[in-house]
């Protein structure tokens, strides 16, 4: 072969090797393809040929033979992404996947993925790392337990989990590792559902000021809680914060789907961010004990939503809106909300008082809402002066002992309209409002009973009777 044909067969080659590198979905990416078998750890399975490293780009998709992965030893990738139109893929084989700081797994793809056959996904770095899990799509992303590095050092890994509002990312459990301090911290940073399996240790202690949970948005889904220092689905200890120093005006959404919880974990708010306790089952309870404290600003709000019932049983500090848009807000203890929060309640929502009294700011009926007060201890509801409020419908107070009970509206006879007062009953009967501000339940003159009339018809009789007999004389 003369030096021209070499140098054209060489030039032929190197374009064959160029187009084969360039159609890949991705320029370095290692797409599998379960050729040879279903072994992750096998080279001839990925194209191109080699098995992924920590700096690895891999991706599934529609092409591959087999959609069963398995890990015969430890693996490592730097993202693992599910592309779009990508079938159903489970991966296992009870080894650990290991991902580097920014690693990401990502599911662009309509269909479910599952990876719990893994056994631990664990960081790789030596320093402070963060990884994030994006479910871009209204399917689920399948996660075993995420977990801290396994080295004599002081790492933080935060985890941070983002993707679509219909998706949903469900992980077995988070933890931190018992080797020197490293922590690992949650950060919601999209409108995503983060459904906690099983009980974690995580604490979070090294990020956003302690913070083992973080919302900018987005809903933390789990069936239990405990008190700090136990394991739980919200891990060990830490703060749970709504919102944070880059996103000062964030709404998060901690859903509750169990039956009964108590927890003294520290609540947060950031600014003028919201706080969502969604409480699912009608009989469920989820009862906080240390209150919702405001970190930063003076702002933030609250909303319960869901058919079961918030207990709040420790004093609370934020001064925004305190809204019932579902279920039940009970008081755990008197004074719980601070006296600047205004109340809302939505149609078919309400208070149970416990016995226990408070002060609020304004009052907002939004439909029928029931106040009652449980026939319990003396319960006083102090409301400031809510004349300038529009009311949607009727306030049923129910339970109310005249006398011991109180609920009072600004300091004078004017802290209703007529037309709210109107909206009010007690006890069954009509409200009104004394000159202190002080509600009363406006006593109907009775009817007449049967056996009176009978009684005043006979007395009648009698004196007809006796009159008659006069006359006759």
């Not at 044909?5 to 360039?22: G, P």
């Not at 599910?82 to 662009?108: E, H, M, R, V």
């Not at 007395?459 to 004389?473: A, C, E, N, P």
Request: glycine share 12%; hydrophobic share 35%; proline share 2%.
């Amino acid at each position: 072969m003369n030096t021209r044909n070499r140098l054209t067969s060489l030039l032929t080659l190197a374009a064959t090797l160029t187009v084969a590198f360039l159609s890949s979905s991705a320029l370095g990416a290692s797409i599998w393809k379960g050729t040879s078998s279903t072994n992750w750890n096998t080279a001839g399975n990925w194209s191109p040929i080699g098995v992924p490293g920590s700096g690895t780009d891999t991706e599934f998709d529609s092409t591959a033979t087999t959609t069963t992965v398995l890990l015969s030893a430890n693996g490592d990738a730097k993202t693992v992404t599910f592309k779009s139109g990508a079938p159903t893929f489970t991966i296992g084989g009870s080894q650990n996947l290991f991902l580097p700081n920014a690693g990401q797994i990502i599911n662009d793809s309509s269909n479910d993925q599952d990876l719990t056959g893994i056994s631990l996904l664990r960081p790789l770095s030596s320093s402070d790392t963060t990884i994030t899990y994006r479910q871009n799509t209204a399917a689920t992303l399948k996660l075993p337990g995420i977990t801290g590095r396994d080295v004599t050092a002081n790492i933080n890994t935060r985890q941070v989990f983002t993707g679509n509002s219909l998706g949903v990312i469900e992980v077995a459990k988070l933890d931190d590792r018992v080797l020197g301090s490293n922590t690992t911290s949650v950060l919601l940073n999209g409108p995503v559902t983060l459904k906690i399996l099983g009980n974690g240790t995580f604490t979070g202690a090294l990020y956003s000021s302690a913070a083992a949970v973080t919302f900018r948005n987005g809903t933390v889904s789990v069936a239990s809680v405990a008190n700090s220092g136990t394991n739980s689905t919200l891990g060990n200890s830490g703060t749970i914060d709504f919102g944070d120093a880059v996103a000062t005006s964030a709404t998060g959404t901690l859903q509750f789907t169990g039956t009964s919880g108590t927890t003294n974990r520290p609540f947060r708010l950031y600014d003028t961010s919201t706080g969502v306790f969604d409480i699912t089952q009608a009989a469920g309870n989820l009862e906080l004990t240390t209150g919702i404290v405001q970190i930063s600003g003076t702002a933030g709000k609250v909303t319960k939503k869901g058919a079961g019932t918030l207990t709040l049983s420790g004093s609370s500090s934020y001064a925004g809106d305190t809204t019932v848009t579902g279920g039940t807000l009970a008081l755990g203890q008197s004074n719980v909300i601070s006296n600047s929060s205004n109340l809302i309640f939505n149609t078919g929502t309400k208070l149970k008082t416990g016995g226990f009294s408070d002060t609020f700011a304004t009052l907002d009926i939004n439909g029928s809402v029931i106040f009652d007060f449980e026939s319990l201890a003396t319960s006083n509801l102090v409301f400031a002066d809510s004349s300038g409020v529009s009311w949607g419908s009727d306030l049923d107070i129910i339970n109310f002992t005249a006398d011991f009970d109180s609920i009072r509206f600004g300091t004078n006879n004017n802290g209703l309209t007529p037309a709210q007062l109107s909206d009010i009953s007690i006890n069954g009967a009509a409200a009104g409002i004394d000159d202190n501000g002080f509600l009363f339940q406006i006593q109907a003159i009775p009817e007449p009973s049967a056996f009176i009339l009978a009684a005043l018809a006979m007395l009648g009789l009698i004196g007809l009777s006796l009159r008659r007999r006069y006359r006759s004389k």
